[in-house]
């Protein structure tokens, strides 16, 4: 069973930065594909990044690609989200997850985290 705990939310300006952390434990953090989905109010969850165990591997949502990078730390059991040229409608709680299959597919992650609120002010 791997446990996953999200930090690094919080409030920021529209082009401002946030990285995000997800602190893996109770498992092999290097054996599980990793994604970051967010849903904000009334809204599906959406896919955000995953990456399988190397960063060789790494694939965006039309939204935030070419503005976030996912990146990990096996060594460390922590997974990361940078995001830059943050926008109101990045406004959401942001998941982490991980799973066997790296996928697009919130279905296919079998360990999700509590969340961390992401807030982009205008």
């Known amino acids: 069973q791997v446990q996953l705990v999200e930090s690094g939310g919080g409030l920021v300006q529209t082009g401002g930065s946030l990285r995000l952390s997800c602190a893996a434990s109770?498992?092999?953090?290097?054996?599980?594909?990793m994604g970051w989905f967010r849903q904000a109010p009334g809204k599906e969850r959406e896919f955000v990044a995953s990456?399988?165990?190397?960063?060789?591997?790494?694939y965006y949502g039309d939204s935030v690609k070419g503005r976030f990078t996912i990146s990990r730390d096996n060594a460390k059991n922590t997974g990361y989200l940078e995001m830059d040229s943050l926008k109101p409608e990045d406004t959401a709680v942001y998941y982490c997850a991980a799973g066997y299959v790296q996928s697009a597919r919130a279905t296919h992650y079998r360990y999700w985290g509590q969340g961390t609120q992401v807030t982009v002010s205008s």
């Open positions: 990456m399988y165990w190397s960063s060789d591997s790494t």
């Open positions: 109770g498992g092999t953090f290097s054996s599980y594909a």
